[in-house]
């Protein structure tokens, strides 16, 4: 990798402005000064510094969001914020794209990474990557509803849902529940209970196949993956 490619990938400023760092003699390649931005580099095996501190390199960035309400699940909206733009600036220039979608007013578990493979697997209906919902619920959820999100639901559109796994937590007129589905339909849950006559009056995220959200993130908040969390969802 060209040496100013590298250093602009990890936010060091521009190609220009880059270019500029290298002539004033402040980058070092193996304690070695380095002006030439076309010099070629091995990112994980040279050591490269800038004004003595080292340059770590990492091509994908993994961020786990608790997505507030309001926000919608877009690199980019004309009319709305963006989960990306409640991101720092020295994470936007990875420019990673959420993992799927959350609705507008849903709350909870969002991915976020510039990393296209983890994507497709996490996402890909034939992989079945449970996601699980926590939901207050306009109405009292039954047994028999438990049995019908088991048998599969029928939407208002004819679009027949795979199983799901319905918990109740609490039934009342304001029921409490958790859901787990292995599909991502556009507002999936909130059409599910629909089709069994309830409204899902607020829903928040709590996982997505083995990743769950961390209970000390607050709403807007985020942070890297550690290794472990990493780990567990690059695992086929």
Excluded: C, W
């Amino acid at each position: 990798m060209r040496l100013d490619k590298l250093l602009a990938n990890m936010g060091y400023g521009s190609r220009k402005e880059v270019k500029q760092l290298l002539k004033k003699g402040a980058v070092k390649v193996n304690d070695v000064p380095v002006k030439d931005a076309a010099s070629h580099v091995e990112p994980h095996k040279d050591v490269v510094s800038i004004l003595g501190e080292q340059v770590v390199y990492k091509e994908f960035i993994y961020l786990m969001m608790n997505k507030p309400p309001g926000v919608v699940s877009a690199t980019e909206d004309y009319r709305d914020r963006t989960v990306v733009d409640l991101l720092e600036p020295e994470d936007r220039h990875f420019d990673p794209f959420p993992v799927g979608r959350l609705d507008k007013d849903t709350e909870g578990l969002l991915l976020l990474t510039n990393d296209g493979k983890l994507t497709h697997n996490l996402l890909s209906p034939k992989k079945e990557v449970p996601k699980t919902y926590f939901a207050r619920i306009e109405g009292v959820v039954t047994e028999e509803d438990i049995l019908l999100f088991a048998q599969g639901l029928t939407l208002e559109d004819g679009f027949e849902t795979k199983p799901g796994i319905l918990r109740i937590l609490d039934s009342n007129a304001i029921s409490e529940i958790e859901l787990t589905i292995t599909e991502g339909k556009f507002h999936q849950v909130k059409r599910m209970f629909e089709a069994v006559g309830k409204r899902v009056i607020y829903l928040k995220r709590l996982s997505m196949g083995a990743l769950e959200l961390d209970d000390e993130l607050n709403l807007g908040e985020y942070r890297e993956l550690t290794d472990e969390e990493l780990s567990s969802i690059l695992t086929p």
